[in-house]
């Protein structure tokens, strides 16, 4: 037992950027695409193919796995996890992308610290309670909290949109 291990180093490559992008390292962000004024904190990963839309904050510790699109003005908090692979014949799909399944997040979503998301499509104008998991499209805009996501209460014309500047 002392071979020495492959080390691969986290790396910030190959990302599209609109203008007034901040991605604090150490991140391992690659091949995707981040619109103007983005936000990227620390110990983030942003696999391939991912879109995130303008003024998005994406706080530290979240992961965000590829085939998941994210809208404007949206507010993704710590360690948020997303999910593409949902084990559907039992274990992970290895590499088999057939299986993995996509994710849509509208505009001004508000996503709460240590959320899943599993693979839905959430509409615009939502908040999602910290340590919620999402097993469904949310299709109603409003406020959802729990394990498995449930709405609270409805999003009213007197709460604050989120223009994603928090
Ligand atoms: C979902 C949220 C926005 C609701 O806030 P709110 O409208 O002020 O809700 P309240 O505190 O009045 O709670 C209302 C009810 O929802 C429950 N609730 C609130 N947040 C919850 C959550 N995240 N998960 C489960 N239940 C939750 C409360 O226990 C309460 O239940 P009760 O009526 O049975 O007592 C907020 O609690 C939340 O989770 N925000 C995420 C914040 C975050 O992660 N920020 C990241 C940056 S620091």
Not at 73 to 79: K, N, P, R, S
Not at 110 to 132: E, F, H, K, L, Q
């Amino acid at each position: 037992m002392d071979a020495k291990p492959a080390v691969l180093n986290a790396a910030i490559r190959d990302v599209r950027c609109g203008s007034g992008v901040k991605i604090v390292a150490p991140a391992n962000v690659y091949e995707c695409e981040l619109g103007d004024q983005c936000f990227v904190g620390p110990f983030v990963e942003i696999q391939k193919g991912v879109t995130v839309g303008a003024r998005t904050r994406i706080q530290s510790h979240s992961f965000i796995c590829e085939l998941v699109a994210i809208g404007e003005d949206c507010f993704i908090g710590h360690g948020v996890m997303f999910i593409n692979d949902v084990f559907a014949v039992g274990c992970p799909a290895r590499g088999r992308q057939e299986l993995w399944r996509s994710t849509n997040i509208g505009d001004r979503v508000s996503i709460g610290s240590n959320a899943t998301i599993m693979p839905v499509r959430i509409c615009d104008d939502v908040v999602i309670g910290a340590g919620a998991v999402v097993t469904r499209d949310i299709s109603e805009s409003g406020f959802y909290v729990g394990n498995p996501a449930r709405l609270l209460r409805p999003m009213h014309s007197e709460d604050p949109p989120n223009h994603g500047n928090q």
